[in-house]
């Protein structure tokens, strides 16, 4: 019988972790030249094998204030992997050089408030412009939905995430306290669906500006969602949020943590940026 333990996979998706370390310079002073040589090859071959695992990817980052010196960001569909990879990258540097600042795990889901085909179909096609079901034009129409909601299934559920220097992750909730009259667990799927709509109305205005990724984490951790934003210009980032905030579900049912913002850099180059 094999010692290894069964893989812990989601039925769909993949496991996320975002990891947040500060580097104790005391501690790395210690190391002679050689070991601090040594130490940064070992991180660097470690990201390799990672990036080699399949499914696997890992994203590696500056932190842009004290809260952190470095972040990474994995996604791989086995919770066994996720955790030995992240136990791994803590000691990667040599005991007590990074010491974990903030973690959050989550995985990669659906929406439950996507557009079906049929509804895109009656409220879109026929309800706002007009078609007639089984017309040409809506039979078109709508096979360049499916395929669409095809691609847009895909990377929510299995993303490839891009380079772009810019990171962004913060976790969020929707309000439930039972003497909130904002208490988004409390109305019904339709009007939450309708408030979902006008939000994802105004993420789609920064296509090809961010790339957003939500993950799901109720039981996972504190939360319930994880937002990741990938920009190459943090002034986007800025806009996106700010624009979002007016959204009424924002402004009546969302709930925020703190924000880590990054900067995506080559090893060697982080390695500078962060003092080793």
Not at 18 to 23: A, D, I, M, T
Not at 114 to 120: A, D, F, I, P, V
Request: aromatic residues 10%; contains cysteine.
């Amino acid at each position: 019988m094999s010692d290894n333990p069964a893989p812990l996979v989601p039925a769909e998706g993949w496991h996320v972790m975002h990891l947040y370390y500060s580097v104790d310079h005391s501690q790395w002073s210690l190391l002679t030249e050689s070991e601090q040589r040594q130490a940064k090859t070992d991180l660097s071959e470690l990201v390799q094998e990672i990036r080699s695992h399949k499914d696997t990817q890992l994203l590696i980052f500056a932190v842009a204030t004290p809260k952190a010196d470095l972040g990474f960001m994995l996604l791989t569909p086995d919770l066994h992997d996720a955790t030995h990879f992240e136990k791994r990258l803590t000691l990667a540097l040599g005991p007590d050089v990074l010491t974990p600042t903030y973690s959050y795990l989550s995985q990669t889901e659906r929406s439950e408030y996507t557009t079906s085909s049929e509804q895109y179909g009656r409220d879109t096609l026929i309800g706002e412009e007009g078609m007639t079901e089984g017309s040409d034009e809506f039979v078109a129409a709508l096979k360049e939905f499916d395929e669409r909601m095809v691609h847009y299934l895909k990377h929510r559920m299995y993303p490839v995430l891009p380079d772009w220097p810019a990171i962004c992750f913060y976790p969020m909730s929707k309000r439930r306290a039972a003497h909130d009259d904002y208490n988004w667990y409390s109305l019904e799927h339709d009007a939450r669906a309708k408030l979902m709509k006008g939000h994802m109305k105004t993420g789609r205005k920064y296509a090809g500006k961010i790339l957003q990724l939500i993950t799901g984490s109720t039981g996972l951790d504190e939360h319930e969602w994880g937002v990741t934003l990938l920009a190459k210009d943090t002034l986007e980032i800025k806009n996106i949020v700010y624009e979002m905030r007016f959204d009424e579900v924002s402004a009546r049912y969302a709930e925020f943590g703190d924000f880590y913002i990054g900067m995506q850099l080559p090893l060697n180059e982080l390695f500078k940026r962060i003092c080793l």
